[in-house]
């Protein structure tokens, strides 16, 4: 279904750069280090840090916080206590569509056009990034973010942008070797 509509998409849409108007201007104030940092990278720094610290606020705090953890670790148990999975597991899809929907938003402001296959390597680099950080910690997904973008601009800037992806995917090969739960993630035991 998931190729289907992306193929409908496709066909209506055509695969062509489209402009996108950017969404935050450049700051007068910002002239001294706009070189360093743009206005653009400053508000999705900002952007981010607000969104992470509001998504770890909904799931340490809340109810719906607490009945997604008790659905992720154990549906079945999540059912007998009587929370509604269905629901928990409906919000989780609204959330991380609400997340994937503002973090298009910034990626497009930020390169200023728009295609159909955008999202294809953001969605492969923000797994990549959760990934080095530890699956199930926001903040890690956030280190291991900044980890990521470090390592590109590193790769990019000593050695050549055609090698940006190959030393990004090599150090998630090395974090899943030498430490598999990711830089901030718990390791965990299983008894047989």
Known sequence: MSIFLQNYVLLAQTSDFLPFPALIPDFEFMEPIAHIVGSTDLVIMIATTVVMLILTYIIKFTRIGKAMRATAQDRTMAMLVGINVNNIISATFIIGSALAAIGGLLIASHIGQINFYIGFIAGIKAFTAAVLGGIGSIPGAV???????????FATGYVSSDYEDVFAFSLLVLILIFKPSGLLGKSETQKV
């Open 143 to 153: 280190l291991g973010s900044v980890v990521l973008g470090l390592t590109e601009s």
